[in-house]
């Protein structure tokens, strides 16, 4: 006799249907909320990678390009900005890097 806890069904046939019938997304979901670690460390590196590179490469575009841009009236605000710009943009990408690490 079966318990009230047993989960089998009754029916032989209700256990096939069963089968056939996928599972809700939502429960999918629920299970696998953390990725594995090496997809986290990969995803990581990645971003934190293209924060540097766009902090470096930037950075050193905008040195090469100084003389030019600052020898145009008023254009030394403008660097500054763009400056601040390649910067925050950068450390946006290194933020989520750490981000993607830890979640």
């Given at each position: ?13 209700a ?6 019938q ?15 670690l ?24 905008l ?24 910067g925050?943009?950068?450390?946006t ?11």
């Amino acid at each position: 006799m079966a318990s009230s806890n047993d989960k089998r069904p009754t029916n032989p046939n209700a256990s096939l249907l069963d089968l056939q019938q996928p599972e809700k997304l939502s429960k999918i979901l629920e299970e696998n909320k953390r990725d594995c670690l090496s997809c986290r460390l990969v995803g990581a590196a990645a971003f934190t990678g293209l924060g540097a590179y766009i902090y470096i490469s930037g950075r050193s575009q905008l040195l090469e390009q100084q003389h030019k841009l600052t020898t145009k009236a008023g254009t030394l605000g403008g660097l500054r900005a763009r400056m601040a710009g390649t910067g925050l943009l950068a450390s946006t990408f290194v933020g989520m890097g750490l981000y993607r690490l830890v979640n």
